[in-house]
């Protein structure tokens, strides 16, 4: 129970196989509090996610890339907790042209779209919490490993790289309030923004062939309980880290026949 008492916010359920489910569903089993987000046509599809936790979250309306929604999210949840433990950062997204192999004919404006909603939003989300953590607390965002330029992956590396940075300044500008900022850099994972990147059959093939420890394309469990271990106290003197759940991949070179 390393999360007993606390309350945790998590965005970006979208169904059961997202991996902010499982963070929710984990969470709750260690003994958080928690209260999902969502916004316009996935509010439904996250209500019925929510359904299938016990007990059922509330689902509170919330589109990053509005000022007023951020501000509304925290009168809500003063209003409902007066403090706020943890928060998950699980929203990303990327124009089609921004994807697919044509990363120089990306237009400008579907570049500014990917940075916007995938890292800018880390920040506007961190902000929005911040005032109700005046004891402390963790923020937690999910990452793809942004060393290295991944096929077909474009402009959202761009903005998962920028997401990196983003977490590096959070942790030195919310650090002496006590509030940690770190980031989970999840191997592939099949959930529904991941069939939205092209060439992703290929790359999950090719991850657990090359990951030291195997690779379950199918199993987000592993990544959450790291978000959980970030969220929890037992993490308290670790901020603007970047964990990597990826079955060892980050660490490899090449990879190497069997035994």
Do not use: C
Not at 36 to 47: A, N, V, W
Not at 117 to 123: D, E, F, N
Not at 135 to 154: H, K, M, N, Q, R
Not at 204 to 211: N, V
């Amino acid at each position: 129970m390393i999360l007993e008492g606390k309350r945790i916010l998590v965005t970006g359920v979208v169904n059961r196989r997202s991996i902010a489910f499982s963070i929710a569903e984990r969470a709750q089993a260690e003994g958080a509090e928690v209260l999902l987000t969502s916004f316009g046509r996935m509010t439904r599809m996250t209500e019925r996610s929510a359904a299938r936790l016990d007990p059922v979250p509330d689902v509170l309306e919330l589109d990053v890339n509005d000022d007023g929604h951020l501000a509304a999210l925290r009168d809500e949840l003063t209003t409902r907790w007066g403090r706020v433990d943890g928060a998950v950062h699980a929203i990303a997204f990327a124009p089609a042209d921004a994807l697919g192999g044509e990363f120089l004919a990306t237009p400008r404006a579907s570049a500014t779209s990917a940075f916007e909603t995938s890292a800018y939003s880390y920040k506007a989300l961190a902000e929005s919490v911040a005032p109700l953590m005046s004891e402390g607390g963790g923020i937690v965002g999910l990452d793809f490993d942004a060393t290295v330029a991944w096929p077909s992956y474009d402009w959202m590396g761009v903005a998962k790289a920028a997401l990196e940075s983003v977490n590096r300044y959070l942790a030195r500008e919310m650090g002496p309030q006590g509030v940690r900022v770190n980031l989970v850099a999840a191997g592939p994972i099949n959930t529904a923004a991941a069939s939205g990147v092209p060439g992703f059959s290929e790359l999950e093939t090719a991850w657990a062939e090359q990951a030291p420890l195997g690779w379950q394309v199918d199993d987000p469990v592993p990544v959450a309980d790291a978000a959980l271990f970030l969220l929890s106290d037992l993490a308290r003197a670790i901020t603007g880290e970047i964990v990597h759940v990826d079955g060892g991949v980050h660490a490899i070179g090449a990879a190497t026949p069997a035994p």
